[in-house]
């Protein structure tokens, strides 16, 4: 676990520049982690300044340049970095979410069935995401866990979704052992 504590906007920076990284693997632009955000570039461009300091972005120059987020971003935002992690579809309102990749589901309040909910951890940015919405996650890799519910809230900052559980699941399909 990291010790750098880092400042809800530049936790909600960092999340959204490794977001947009994972998808390009190329340098992010500032203008585009401002669009991500809802912030301006000038802001974006302060914050860098103190990612850099931290070394958990390095800049990149030039006309394809802007910044990567290093080994310890990763680190500071206790995201998994794996080389080939393995994929669990995400749906959301019937389409299949392809910049997105379920990192972990933990559910709370299963003694009280009526209560149930799940919180969706993301890889991949949870802003197109709105309440009300149905949100399919799995199946699950080895389990084959299905869960089907209602977005109920969500937490930008984090990308986690968390869902009224109306259905679950396992196994969604035949096991493949």
Do not use: W
């Not at 401002?34 to 300091?53: F, W």
Request: glycine share 6%; net charge negative; aromatic share 2%.
């Amino acid at each position: 676990m990291s010790s750098i504590e880092l400042t809800p906007s530049q936790k909600t920076i960092l999340t959204a520049l490794t977001n947009l990284h994972r998808e390009t693997e190329d340098a992010v632009k500032g203008e585009d982690i401002a669009d991500e955000v809802d912030r301006n570039p000038g802001t974006i461009r302060n914050q860098m300044q103190s990612l850099k300091a931290l070394q958990l972005v390095e800049g990149v120059p030039g006309p394809k340049g802007g910044y990567k987020p290093t080994a310890d971003a990763y680190e500071a935002l206790d995201v998994d970095q794996m080389d080939e992690p393995a994929t669990v579809p995400l749906t959301h309102e019937g389409d299949t979410v392809e910049t997105a990749n379920v990192e972990s589901i933990d559910l709370s309040s299963v003694h009280h069935p009526e209560l149930c909910r799940a919180e969706i951890h993301l890889q991949g940015s949870v802003r197109d995401f709105h309440e009300g919405d149905e949100v399919i996650v799995g199946p699950t890799p080895l389990s084959k866990l299905q869960i089907t519910g209602t977005l109920d809230a969500k937490d930008d900052t984090n990308n986690i979704l968390i869902l009224q559980i109306d259905e679950m699941v396992a196994p969604a399909e035949e096991p493949a052992h």
